[in-house]
């Protein structure tokens, strides 16, 4: 397999792991595949047994300080690995540095970083197909060439080191794969991780350290010894019957009587979730995709797409030690609902010697200085209609079996030498973007890289208003059943980035791969060619060591 454009009559797809496990299930728009694990009743997780863990935080292999600022670099190796996920069984899966979730990295805003990607994979064990990677750190505003184009293939044996500039406002980010094709197996399979960026505005306001928890949730089905079982022969999706929460089956976790913020992520294939406490008592939304939201919103219940990233405040603090409230899923319309997907996972609130918690739950958030006005950048949350020098459409829908975006798939941009785009706009220009759902019973996140952009209107919800979860920075934008959401953006760089070549697509990572995505430009269509700028290399460096930061008990 070489870089550079495929055509997908090449490449079988097919459903290779499921051996019939998988129950083929009508919705309003189609069918989906939804899968019931074929495990024993003594290798059947149980909710609330397993104690809730956190993903290990990566140390860097270097760090220092140059005429540009400080900088850190990182090494990752793409593996397999074996995890203890269900009772008595051990599970395959493909992770960074062979876990899942991958270990998070942690770094201050102004600090650029590389990240060395090795492939050490051989065969996808779902597809049966060399096992091809692509790393796409979700929410940066990365160069072309190091945002995780979708043929920038990395194969095994070689490595790719990506470059990050980390100049935005403090946020929660994640890298996954994004391989052509192949993304909704391998990110299925275990390629997915966070990334926190932060600043001072964020640490002064919001909780940190042990109080400060990812939490990656997804869905999985398994096959009877313990492997992954998955299927997208539907072309629909997938959606499993066991809810993990970074890794494991719906955990317990052990929390003082303080206030915890969440960063809640979305990393299934295609589920999404409607979260809630058990007890009704509030979620507080504090941020977004983008960060911090200037005004928290307390909701009894949100909705979250796959990809999205919401950061929540829960108060402990007034209940009593013993105490378990449960974190449930609510669902929402053409998802396909098991026994136990209705929970995600249970807080039990425990003593703590510590003296009291004064946290005071913000009304009001200050983000703090938008980088880079000098250059033209516009805060997000102060763009308006009349900054916007062009409206475009994006359709998304299904077309003679291909899920397409303004009737076009990658492999109608792959077929012009990748030279097809939805627009070219200058850079730092302001658009207004129509998501229009014409799919029917079906729902899509719509991820568009590179930028923040705020919904300012969806037509199904009073007044045609956003909901009051996401009235901040965004990259995710769930587009409901026959809705059109429209955003405002702007096409922000950054210093050091003349444009190029960027990706819209559905992160129902079953349709991207049935090829819902295609491209814009900003610049020049050919700047920084996001194939032929840096292409990966052999993986020579020796195994190093692999360090992480001092973590917190398990169950906390």
Request: proline share 7%; charged share 20%.
């Amino acid at each position: 397999m070489e870089n550079g454009k495929v055509s997908r009559r090449n490449l079988m797809r097919g459903a290779l792991a499921l051996g019939g496990g998988g129950l083929i299930v009508a919705a309003a728009g189609g069918e989906v595949v939804a899968a019931s694990s074929k495990l024993a009743a003594k290798n059947t997780p149980t909710p609330y047994t397993n104690m809730f863990r956190r993903p290990p935080i990566l140390m860097p292999i270097e760090s220092g300080t140059d005429e540009k600022g400080p900088w850190e670099r990182y090494r990752v190796t793409e593996k397999f690995g074996q995890a203890s996920i269900v009772p008595g069984l051990t599970t395959t899966v493909a992770g960074y540095n062979g876990i899942f979730p991958g270990p998070i990295i942690k770094v201050d805003q102004g600090t650029r970083t590389e990240l060395r990607v090795a492939n050490q994979f051989t065969v996808n064990p779902i597809n049966r197909r060399s096992m091809g990677t692509v790393t796409h750190l979700h929410g940066s505003a990365s160069l072309p060439q190091y945002d995780g184009y979708a043929n920038d293939w990395t194969t095994p044996g070689r490595c790719k080191t990506y470059k990050y500039p980390n100049w935005q406002q403090a946020r929660t980010l994640w890298y996954h794969d994004h391989m052509h094709l192949m993304t909704s197996e391998n990110v299925f399979m275990g390629l997915a991780a966070q990334y926190h960026l932060s600043d001072p505005y964020e640490k002064a306001q919001l909780p940190q350290g042990e109080f400060d928890v990812p939490l990656m949730v997804s869905d999985m089905s398994f096959k009877a010894d313990g492997q992954v079982a998955f299927d997208d022969s539907s072309h629909e999706g997938f959606m499993g019957d066991v809810i993990l929460v970074n890794g494991v089956p719906w955990p317990k976790m052990k929390v003082k009587p303080r206030v915890y913020r969440f960063r809640v992520l979305a990393c299934g294939i295609s589920r999404s979730f409607r979260f809630a406490l058990s007890n009704g008592d509030p979620l507080h939304i504090v941020g977004t995709d983008g960060g911090m939201m200037p005004k928290p919103a307390a909701v009894s219940s949100y909705r979250h797409g796959v990809a999205e990233r919401y950061e929540v405040l829960i108060d402990f603090r007034k209940y009593k030690a013993g105490t378990k409230i449960e974190l449930r899923n609510l669902s929402n319309k053409n998802n396909v609902d098991f026994k136990n997907t209705d929970k995600i996972m249970q807080f039990e609130v425990v003593a703590d010697s510590g003296s009291p918690d004064t946290y005071v739950m913000p009304t009001v958030l200050d983000l703090g200085p938008q980088p880079y006005a000098n250059l033209g950048a516009i805060d997000v949350n102060k763009l308006t209609p009349s900054m916007a020098k062009a409206r475009r459409t994006v359709q998304v829908e299904r077309k003679h079996g291909m899920w397409t975006v303004n009737g076009e798939t990658w492999e109608d941009v792959e077929k012009t030498n990748f030279q097809r785009v939805l627009g070219n706009p200058k850079p730092y220009d302001v658009e207004i973007w129509d998501i229009v759902n014409k799919s029917g019973g079906w729902f899509h996140p719509v991820h568009i890289h590179l930028i923040d952009g705020r919904i300012i209107s969806r037509d199904n919800t009073p007044g045609n208003k956003p909901h009051p979860w996401e009235l901040g920075g965004k990259d995710v934008f769930y587009a409901g059943e026959n809705e059109t959401v429209s955003v405002i953006m702007q096409f922000t760089l950054g210093p050091g980035n003349d444009g190029g070549r960027y990706m819209i697509h559905c992160h129902n990572l079953v349709h991207e791969d049935n090829d819902m995505m295609i491209q814009f430009a900003v610049g020049g269509i050919n700047t920084n060619d996001p194939v032929t700028s840096d292409r990966p290399i052999l993986d020579d460096l020796s195994a190093m060591p692999i360090q992480y930061r001092p973590s917190y008990p398990l169950g906390t």
